[in-house]
């Protein structure tokens, strides 16, 4: 007998009230995208059904035929396109990512599929107040083609994280984690898939779960000033 096994299993950790999570103080977020925006549209959703107290201030996205930007539109959100393109180097377009984001009043920023390294500018304006999702159990297979490596390495578990931002790539304190099963017949497309839907499950979580960590803490939720 040949055992395979269940693709939809996952294992999430840590374990956390969302009630209770879902009845906190509101907190303002910007969004950082860069393509599709499958993860703004969850967390938009988690908003509108109650299970994220939250609001989406603004997203931002660098790529001007980025399909994200028509999800914000049809959820009333306002869309900035920040072109990297259109900066001399990295800490420029950070600068007027931080302006930007100051300037619709966020609280908390979710890289949401935001394919650009970040730098000092926007870390020192928002310390630990920045949050990433990355498709793998870091701090394995960091980087862009984290599922890939994750096949080629043979592992039989991977999955997806949300982490705090620090100026090293998929790095920061981890707030989040879902583990998903590798199958013997997994491709590049079938594993992300996968990966995808349990990104889709923490990632409001663990937004609420950094508002609160931040509260608990006594961290006032607003930008340092340039």
């Not at 399909?67 to 306002?78: E, L």
């Not at 990433?132 to 701090?139: D, M, V």
């Not at 997994?186 to 594993?191: I, M, Y």
Request: glycine share 4%; with cysteine; net charge neutral.
């Amino acid at each position: 007998m040949t055992l395979r096994p269940d693709s939809t299993s996952s294992l999430v950790s840590p374990h956390i009230n969302k009630d209770a999570l879902s009845k906190a103080t509101p907190v303002k977020l910007g969004i950082m995208a860069s393509g599709n925006g499958s993860n703004f549209e969850v967390i938009a959703k988690a908003i509108k059904d109650k299970q994220l107290s939250a609001q989406i201030q603004v997203l931002i996205y660098n790529n001007p035929d980025a399909y994200v930007a028509v999800r914000a539109n049809n959820w009333g959100v306002p869309a900035v396109l920040l072109n990297h393109r259109d900066y001399q180097s990295r800490e420029d377009l950070d600068w007027q990512i931080v302006q930007t984001l100051q300037q619709y009043g966020v609280e908390l920023v979710v890289m949401a599929g935001w394919m650009r390294l970040v730098t000092q500018v926007l870390i020192d304006a928002f310390p630990n107040r920045i949050i990433n999702i990355h498709p793998s159990l870091l701090p394995s297979f960091k980087g862009s083609r984290a599922v890939e490596h994750a096949l080629a390495a043979g592992v039989k578990i991977t999955g997806c994280t949300v982490h705090l931002v620090c100026l090293e790539m998929d790095s920061g304190p981890i707030l989040m984690q879902a583990a998903v099963p590798v199958l013997p017949d997994d491709t590049r497309e079938t594993l992300h898939a996968r990966i995808q839907v349990q990104e889709h499950q923490i990632l409001p979580q663990a937004i609420a779960l950094a508002a609160h960590q931040l509260r608990a803490n006594g961290i006032p939720l607003t930008a340092k000033n340039l």
